[in-house]
């Protein structure tokens, strides 16, 4: 008497009785839950969520990450806009999502941010090793680059007249170009984040003109918090997916907590994600990281002032309320 088929349910049911029989509850388990697809793009600030990811803290609470990389911070939310992210890392410009928030509101939470300053250095500007060039004032009619986006551009050039070079244009260049770009007398400077800074000091082309710019041109305060970076989830995915939601940002606080407190041992998970490999890892300044439950009114103050400057130069087309981003839990 021939067999009748199985039907596709019972044929699951088999298979995942066969899946355990053979000891593979760990694909059943990535099977179960949703991919969370993360955007970042390859600046240090990053780390937290390189290592969650390295260190297997997603993986241990059950979660399926896929980092997506991207060539800029713009790039990053124009993918959680349409859908094919489901969030961004630290290290994505707070400005950028911002952009994102106003074409389409309600876009995103942000689980935690990286502020940096002229202690916890991220933003700098580099000028070629040999440059006479002493202070920002100097690069008034240089040849500058930023980083690709609307945030890098808009602070390079706020910088620029705040330090008294006004006037000077901006060119946008992919964050990896940089050192080469000063290397071969293509820019006289170059306004980026970390690890640029550290890869050209130690391949010996460029040397930093000045760091924690942010925080000093921009907030007026050499040491307040620049909340320039954002970790986030898309409002879509915390409605859908509340339980994954909370695992996944307890894993991502894993990821902050390891870097806060053995810095040496997260640096090595920068390779692979950044520009810096190998021992080169242990000479990278690191960012500072404030998980969303962490915010003090100064905090919000400080990033508040941050965004009002998008506001200003009409980048956002309307004032955006910091303290309305952030997640609640």
């Known amino acids: 008497m021939s067999q009748k088929p199985l039907d596709s349910s019972r044929r699951r049911l088999v298979q995942a009785g066969a899946a355990l029989a053979l000891g593979a509850p760990a694909v059943l388990r990535a099977q ?4 969370i697809r993360i955007g970042y793009w390859p600046v ?21 990450v896929e980092p997506l990389k991207f060539a800029g911070a713009q790039q990053v939310m124009e993918a959680m806009l349409s859908g094919r992210s489901d969030g961004s890392s630290n290290g994505t ?18 689980i935690a941010t990286n502020p940096s300053n002229q202690k916890y250095v991220l933003d700098q500007f580099l000028v070629p090793k040999d440059s006479p060039i002493k202070s920002i004032a100097e690069l008034k009619g240089k040849k500058v680059a930023s980083g690709p986006g609307i945030q890098n551009r808009v602070l390079a050039i706020t910088v620029l007249e705040r330090a008294g070079a ?19 007398g293509q820019v006289d400077a170059v306004y980026t984040l970390e690890p640029t ?13 000045e760091a924690g710019v942010i925080a000093k041109y921009i907030l007026g305060d050499p040491l307040a918090p620049w909340h320039g970076g954002s970790a986030t989830l898309t409002s879509e995915f915390i409605k859908k997916y509340p339980a994954e939601t909370k695992k996944y940002i307890a894993a991502y606080a894993k990821g902050i907590e390891l870097v806060r407190t053995k810095p040496a041992e997260a640096r090595q998970y920068l390779k692979g994600y950044t520009a810096i490999e190998g021992p080169l890892t242990g000479e990278v300044p690191l960012a500072s990281y404030m998980l969303y439950n962490e915010f003090k009114p100064s905090d919000i103050a400080a990033f508040q002032k941050f965004f009002d400057l998008f506001t200003e130069k009409g980048v956002f087309e309307k004032k955006l309320a910091v303290e309305s981003l952030i997640y609640k839990g």
């Open 32 to 35: 179960s839950g949703p991919k």
């Open 44 to 64: 240090a600030a990053g780390l937290p969520f390189f290592a969650a990811v390295e260190k297997g803290y997603f993986k241990e609470a059950g979660l399926d």
């Open 93 to 110: 410009g707070s400005g950028n999502l911002g952009v994102g928030e106003i074409a389409s509101p309600g876009l995103f939470k942000i």
């Open 166 to 184: 006004a006037g000077t244009s901006v060119t946008e260049l992919p964050i990896g170009q940089h050192v080469a770009a000063l290397a071969a």
């Open 197 to 209: 800074g550290t890869v050209g000091r130690l391949n010996g082309t460029t040397r930093v003109l």
